[in-house]
């Protein structure tokens, strides 16, 4: 079956420190990889995504790299702001479009 | 150009009582979800729909959930009736096709007392 595995929370870290959310995913077939993002009070947001084997997905500083070998989607952040405090959900979708969610990770950046 | 709205954002209702959801979703937009968010959990998918067709209501309760989409826009999730283990966000989301990026609104967190 589908199902996605993050690194549980909370991550809580200085401002401007480096960050690494690990995602580690079971699928049939070739899926499509994402991260979502969800900001206090607000729904669910693309962050990024890849559609295949060692695509780099990229956005807002954010980066993540389809690792078939490893099965891995980690995400990455050179130096986080406060303003990057939020929830991320790795995320794979199969053929019929439905998603599949990990339980998210929150994270907590201070200044 | 409009999200997807929903509403209520919050619903507090006492168990057994009815309760419904609306959601609104981008417009040209002929892919809805609905999706159910557990505390601490990621959403999982109930029900989705391409226009007014239910193509995949495998994971939907159906002994106490309904959802229907009736003019292939707008679309209403009904608990009936609900217990306390229904509290949690329920969440819509739209793509303009069944295999394009989906879009979430805000949702609307559900308590059950």
């Known amino acids: 079956g589908n199902s996605v595995t993050q690194m549980e929370g909370p991550v809580t870290l200085s401002e401007e420190a480096f960050l690494t959310i690990n995602c580690t995913y079971t699928?049939?077939?070739?899926?499509?990889l994402f991260w979502y993002v969800q900001y206090p009070g607000e729904g669910l947001q693309l962050l990024l995504k890849?559609?295949?084997?060692?695509d780099k997905g990229s956005n807002k500083g954010f980066e993540a790299t389809y690792r078939k070998e490893t099965t891995s989607f980690h995400l990455e952040k050179g130096s986080v702001q406060v303003s990057d405090s939020a929830v991320y959900f790795c995320?794979?979708?199969?053929?019929?479009?439905?998603?599949?969610f990990g339980t998210g990770t929150r994270l907590t950046v201070i200044p | 150009e409009a999200g997807v709205v929903q509403s209520p954002r919050y619903k507090i209702i006492e168990k057994k009582q009815p309760v419904a959801f609306w959601c609104n979703p981008i417009?040209?937009?002929?892919?809805l979800y609905w999706y159910l968010q557990n505390l601490g959990q990621g959403p999982e998918l109930l029900i989705r729909?391409?226009?007014?067709?239910?193509?995949?209501d495998s994971q939907l309760p159906k002994d106490r959930f309904s959802a229907e989409r009736l003019k292939g826009v707008d679309s209403t999730l009904k608990i009936q009736p609900a217990e306390l283990g229904d509290s949690a966000v329920y969440l819509c989301?739209?793509?303009?096709?069944?295999?394009?990026?989906?879009?979430f609104g805000p949702g609307t967190r559900l308590t059950v007392t």
């Open positions: 417009s040209g937009h002929n892919t």
């Open positions: 995320a794979l979708v199969t053929g019929a479009n439905n998603l599949f």
């Open positions: 729909y391409e226009n007014e067709e239910a193509v995949d």
């Open positions: 989301a739209s793509s303009l096709a069944w295999d394009g990026e989906q879009y």
């Open positions: 699928a049939t077939g070739y899926p499509s």
């Open positions: 890849a559609t295949k084997a060692d």
